[in-house]
């Protein structure tokens, strides 16, 4: 290891993992206050708003089948850099669309280019700290990250004050080349032991991984409360500026409570890691989200015009979040240390094709209600409530 670079007991390493980790909330987040200028500026509808980030998610979502195989085989540092490359050429073109369909073709590239960062953020975590002080290392990061989409929005928001929608963007491309300067100068390679490209070692990893019934029922327990989270952020900017009437300067600001609560479960997270099994969590966070959004729903019927309905129960369905990504994670990854990247690949992939098909059916039906939006929410975090139910029990019985 070189002077620069940091050791894996360094508070910084966290820090930059986090960093990587936010290239993607940061994707989503910082445009969403854009969405509703973005669709007067390139001549389209609410649809095509909703398919430009359906259309990230896809790409973020896809590269992850490639992105896994590839860092386990070349290392974790590489691909990095050459992702977040790829994602500030994407970003800048983003900024130069003027069509709506320029944009989805930007959108899509710019996914492929982010996915490296959230996805071997967890590898590299999984590499260093080994199976179970991934689940702590993993709430850490998240609490870290949780900054991320805590002034996001508040950026965005102020930006568009004094410029035009093109400043996220280019936002976006300053963000991915510092991290490029940040990763070649302080992050070490962590790849245990390289892996074989040929199309039939992959092929078996992934079968490995499908086959697993603990990894799979993991991932789209953590993949349904991400979709959930995914269609209320992508429905935001329509429901509260257009619908519910809040100026745009705010809009930034309702999303604190929301990180708030995010940072709050991260850390809770962190901390219960020492005492509880990953399992246990997991399901306290589906519980927790699972109510949230049966308020949401509910107080939606009685206060139909209320934004404190939303805001506030969005705060515990974060607080829930905050238990379960980390810790599903942690639980999917633990008994693959070998192929830890392909791992953290395919439950990306999982939880971002969910997120990309949640918010483009939203879209379909999103109108001059929130309904649509809560409905979904509902439904989806209920079947997280049901797998994370299946994983406490299946843990119960191993150890009995």
């Known amino acids: 290891m070189t002077r620069l670079q940091l050791h894996p007991d360094s508070p910084w390493l966290l820090a930059l993992l986090a960093a990587m980790v936010a290239l993607g909330p940061l994707s989503v987040d910082m445009y969403l206050p854009a969405m509703p200028h973005m669709l007067t500026a390139l001549n389209t509808d609410i649809w095509h708003m909703h398919l430009t980030l359906s259309t990230y998610l896809t790409g973020f979502a896809i590269f992850h089948l490639a992105c896994g195989p590839l860092a386990d085989r070349f290392g974790r540092k590489p691909i990095l ?67 991320a989409p805590a002034v996001a929005p508040t950026m965005g928001s102020i930006l568009l004050l004094w410029l035009p929608w093109q400043i996220v963007f280019i936002f976006l491309a300053i963000y991915g080349a510092t991290m490029i300067v940040l990763i070649q100068i302080f992050l070490a390679e962590s790849l245990p032991l390289p892996q074989s490209l040929h199309p039939v070692s992959i092929a078996r990893n992934y079968a ?20 959930g989270l995914l269609a209320y952020l992508s429905s935001s900017s329509f429901v509260y500026i257009d619908m519910l009437g809040v100026p745009l300067p705010y809009f930034g600001f309702i999303f604190l409570t929301s990180v708030a609560g ?22 306290l966070g589906a519980l927790l989200a699972a109510s949230a959004t049966g308020s949401m729903w509910l107080g939606s019927h009685w206060l139909p015009h209320s934004i404190l309905v939303l805001v506030l129960p969005m705060m515990f369905y974060s607080t829930g979040i905050g238990f379960v990504l980390p810790n599903a994670m942690a639980i999917a990854l633990r008994n693959f240390p070998h192929i830890a990247g392909t791992a953290s690949a395919l439950l990306g992939f999982i939880q971002m094709s969910l997120s990309a098909s949640a918010t483009a059916l939203v879209g379909i039906y999103l109108a001059d209600t929130p309904a649509p939006m809560l409905n979904f929410m509902l439904l989806i975090t209920l079947l997280a409530l049901i797998l994370s139910m299946a994983l406490y029990l299946g843990r119960a019985t191993t150890k009995h």
């Open 81 to 147: 850099i050459g992702g977040t490359l790829l994602f500030v050429a994407a970003s800048i073109g983003c900024s130069l669309s003027t069509t709506v369909d320029e944009l989805l073709v930007y959108r899509f590239i710019q996914g492929i280019g982010a996915c490296v960062g959230p996805t071997l953020a967890r590898a590299v975590a999984r590499d260093v700290f080994g199976p179970t002080r991934a689940a702590r290392a993993l709430s850490l990061i998240a609490m870290l990250m949780a900054l």
């Open 262 to 283: 995010y940072m709050l479960g991260s850390a809770l997270s962190a901390r219960l890691s020492r005492s509880y099994d990953s399992e246990h969590i997991v399901l």
């Open 208 to 227: 490995q991984l499908f086959w697993n019934r603990t990894f799979m029922t993991a991932t789209f327990a953590s993949g349904f409360v991400y979709a």
